[in-house]
């Protein structure tokens, strides 16, 4: 089973800042099978970026991926108040069990 | 648009079963590219995923090695519907339950597979 380790824990950051959040496997994945999912306070997630790279239908260009391997990153340039939330990484891989990251709070200042 | 609409009781007492409902609109749960997730979210275990089911010519059935004893998802075509059940609980079943469709974004598995539409959540807490 691949765990997916998230960091920082929390982001304190404020409007207009770029924002960085790490995702590291534990063991090299494919690409094509690492998500991104946003969680606001009382929401469901709701999926940001798929294939690593690739932003869901209705994204925000500030919202960007990127990695390979074991080491993926999901950056949010010029932050905005509405970014408040629980960010997570997922690999959804061919097979389950698909895992997901601890998630990182991202708190506007 | 794909909406999934949860249901179910909210309180549930040790020992006995956890039941949930998802109502599909906007998609079929026989659909060929489709596949139906049942996932859940505490404060001690983050999101884990438990479950799915899907047809392809046939019904599959997947579980979570963690639960795989007491878990059991179901199919009701004619309603469009698919259900949880989770057998003898105990607190620390407690956790926002989700269900979530899990596809090929685009069409294609090359362009990445992902949970791309979700219930609104559904708070179940087992205790007496």
Do not use: M
Not at chain 1, 71 to 92: G, K, M, N
Not at chain 2, 13 to 40: E, F, H, M, Y
Not at chain 2, 117 to 124: D, I, P, S, T
């Amino acid at each position: 089973e691949i765990v997916l380790t998230q960091s920082p824990g929390t982001l304190s950051l404020s409007p207009g800042e770029r924002a960085t959040l790490s995702c590291r496997a534990s063991q090299s994945i494919s690409s094509i099978y690492l998500v991104w999912y946003q969680q606001k306070p009382g929401q469901a997630p709701r999926l940001l970026i798929h294939a690593a790279s690739s932003r869901a239908t209705g994204i925000p260009d500030r919202f960007s991926g990127s990695g390979s391997g074991t080491d993926f990153t999901l950056t949010i340039s010029r932050l905005e108040p509405e970014d408040l939330a629980v960010y997570y990484c997922q690999h959804y891989g061919t097979s389950p069990p698909y895992t997901f990251g601890q998630g990182t709070k991202l708190e506007i200042k | 648009q794909v909406q999934l609409q949860q249901s179910g009781p909210g309180l549930v007492k040790p020992s006995q079963t956890l039941s949930l409902n998802c109502a599909i609109s906007g998609d079929s749960v026989s659909s060929n590219s489709a596949v139906w997730n049942w996932i859940r979210q505490s404060p001690s275990r983050g999101l884990q995923w438990l479950g799915r089911t899907y047809y392809r010519s046939k019904w599959y059935y997947e579980y979570a090695v963690s639960v795989k004893s007491r878990i059991i998802i179901s199919v009701d075509t004619s309603k469009n519907q698919f259900y949880l059940q989770l057998n003898s609980v105990t607190p620390d079943d407690t956790a926002v339950y989700y269900c979530a469709r899990g596809y090929c974004i685009g069409g294609s598995c090359a362009s990445g597979p992902a949970f791309d539409y979700w219930g609104q959540g559904a708070l179940v807490t087992v205790s007496s």
